[in-house]
């Protein structure tokens, strides 16, 4: 038989009446290894590649063979967007069948969760806090509701791999196996994947099904890449229009354009600048912001309006868009500044070009003109050094960062244990520690390091021990995991609701005295009222600009982007995708190269107290560098103040008779037999994620010096100085 003829006939029928021409290789592969195995499946092809059909033909057909007696496949999603895209898809491919599909989250009708409640059947998609909330207040009608779970399909992998979200979704699949007793199925789908392997491990964890990976061939893929520079003036004119703001303008004019910002802040203030020009030449407003605190009525007019077809229209976005929500015809993507990674490049590029169009995308880099007097590090063009790493190391090498599994998850360890707790109500402290400990995610934690948690808790009251000696959640316990948030495993930001009357525009963390204006969704708005007790701001749209500042990271950057940036500045190629403002920039950095050595050195003097540290190492390696020097360092080399700008350079003050020794001192110590435990010390514990504040100091100490330092890669890449 067809891998078409084996599809279910309403399947078949839906393939005709949508004209296409043929299955895709990812789609066809999927198929082979559920109908003919009995494995987990990963799929890993590129954007566009027919993956989100490739997992759910093969499994819907499954079901229309076969119902299942309760809810028959689970969609795990990384965003409510995502699962509300998925969701209308499925829908039109099941009218003809009677396999319900049902959504759920926070913005879903709890009518439509009673009618899943009462009749559990078909496919639910669901994010992973939901699902958290489902095992804790549904854990008597767990059987009843997954009791013939046959498959679980997990999508964007990439996004929950290396992650506590991702351990939690490995430790919910196991209980749910464990109460169930039986092993469903798991499907992974991603476009960014390296090392297919790590990924693998992380899908089959807590299992005993093997995992395949078809070998898909989905052809060399054409790509228009394009990268431009520009100094943005110190004192910049908002009623002017800078030559920044223009050339953005040109390129998303007209178009139904993406551009990507690094944070909530470049969003934002890209869009208030491209309206303003819009409004300077009389063009329409096409334009939108969509990110995590932007309300969810305006992010969805944002998702409509770039769905529509050949209408122009501009959003920018934080990485609430980087995954596979179907956005329709993208002309073409605008970035901001470099991409965290190589793999968040090639998701930002894969929004583009799809249905066998090439894809499009334009990087843009701006910095303040550096001053001549300025020292080594601030002359330096990062942004246009590491955009060009990223895109020089896919081209070359089709390299993706591997995603290192985290050993010691220590808040989620707290969030299961307390979750366990809270869906049990009562249980022995054995039994506790045997689900706990059984899980996947909590291989490194030993049964002595949970009997110390265990212990700890109850001290802090979070957990109580009874009469009987079982346990139950504490009084302080009950203040954590009786509220809604208790659901995720990330920090929760306390904001602020931005309204314009009833309309709810977004919110923000800090609120402005009233009078003072700020900027959200594009606009400019003016506080009229503060309401603290509800956390709430009134406002009134009012003209200008103005800007607001939003927290947030950029994640880990591997050492082998900064040494890929390293090579960028010293070799003599030229890179065809340079635009002219960028070309002239990276001459100007690779003179500065070329006057500091930088071919040759690492440690360079700036004034008569100081020295440079240009590392060329990425994030942790460059954490535990920083620890190093400031642990073993200060007293040897007279230290007086060291700055840091993870992972790009360090500025030491000295006594200046000590600067010939730094690097020997450095060498030195790498060589020593020293351990990550000696660059922490006995008072501290580094509080990262959310729960950490609920666990003991030797654990913190633990879990820091193992997941967040590597003192290993430190020493290979100083051994190369």
Known sequence: ???????????????????????????????????????????????????????????????????????????????????????????????????P???????????????????????????????????????????????????????EIHAFMGSERGCQILCQLQRLANITNIQ???????????????????????????????????????????????????????????????????????????IFGNNKQQTETIISSLRKVAKEVNSPDIYHVHHGSISASL??????????????????????????????????????????????????????????????????????????EAPLPEQIPWQLLQSIAIIQLYLEERWIEPIKPLKYPLSLLYHQTMSILAARESISPAALA?????????????????????????SINHIQKTETGKLIIGLEGEKIVNKFKFYAVFPETVEYTVKQGTREIGSIIMPPPVGNQFALAGKTWEVVEVDFRKKAILVKQVEGNASIFWRGGSGNIHSKVLQRMRQVLIEDIEYPYLQKNAVKRLENARQIGQDYQLNQQYIFPIGKDKCCILPWMGTVAFRTLSRLINSFCRQPLEIKSIRSVNPYYLIIKLNKNKLPDVYPEITSLCEQRISADDLISDSEAPEIQKYDKFIPYPMLRQAFTCDYLDLEELRQIISCW
């Open 1 to 99: 038989m067809t891998t078409f003829s084996r599809l279910a006939p309403f399947i078949q029928e839906y393939i005709y009446n949508h004209h296409w021409t043929e299955l895709r290789p990812a789609q066809i592969a999927a198929c082979e290894v559920i109908f003919n195995t009995d494995a987990h499946l990963l799929v890993a092809a590129g954007t566009a590649a027919g993956k989100t059909e490739a997992a759910f033909l093969p499994v819907i057909t499954q079901l229309y063979e076969n119902p299942a007696k309760t809810i028959g496949a689970l969609y795990i999603g990384p965003i409510k967007a995502l699962i509300n895209d998925q969701f209308e898809r499925l829908n039109d491919l099941l009218k003809e069948a009677d396999i």
């Open 101 to 155: 599909v049902y959504h759920w989250h926070g913005d879903v009708a709890q009518s439509r969760k009673k009618q899943l409640l009462k009749s559990p059947q078909g496919i639910l998609q669901i994010t992973p806090e939901s699902l958290e909330s489902l095992l804790i207040n549904k854990h008597p009608e767990l059987t009843r509701l997954f009791g013939d779970l046959r498959f679980v399909i997990i999508d």
């Open 184 to 258: 469903h199925r798991r499907i992974g789908l991603s476009a960014t994947l390296g090392d297919y392997s790590l990924a693998e491990a992380w899908l089959s964890s807590g299992t005993h099904k093997s995992v395949i990976t078809p070998t898909i061939d989905g052809g060399k893929r054409p790509i228009k890449l394009a990268l431009e520079h520009f100094f943005i003036p110190e004192e910049v004119d908002i009623s002017q229009i800078n030559d920044y703001e223009q050339y953005i303008f040109d390129l998303s004019k007209s178009r139904k354009c993406l």
């Open 299 to 372: 992010r969805q007019i944002a998702e409509e309006a770039m769905s529509q077809a050949n209408q122009p229209a501009v959003t920018a976005a934080t990485l609430t868009l980087e995954v596979g929500v179907d956005i329709g015809h993208l002309e073409r993507v605008i970035q901001l500044e470099s991409p965290p990674s190589v793999a968040s490049f090639l998701q930002r590029l894969g929004r583009t070009g799809r249905r066998g169009k090439a894809g499009d995308m334009r990087f843009i880099c701006a910095e303040k003109e550096p001053l001549p």
């Open 434 to 458: 045997k689900q706990v400990l059984s899980l996947s995610s909590f291989t490194h934690i030993s049964p002595e390091n949970f009997k110390l948690l265990l212990r700890y808790l109850v």
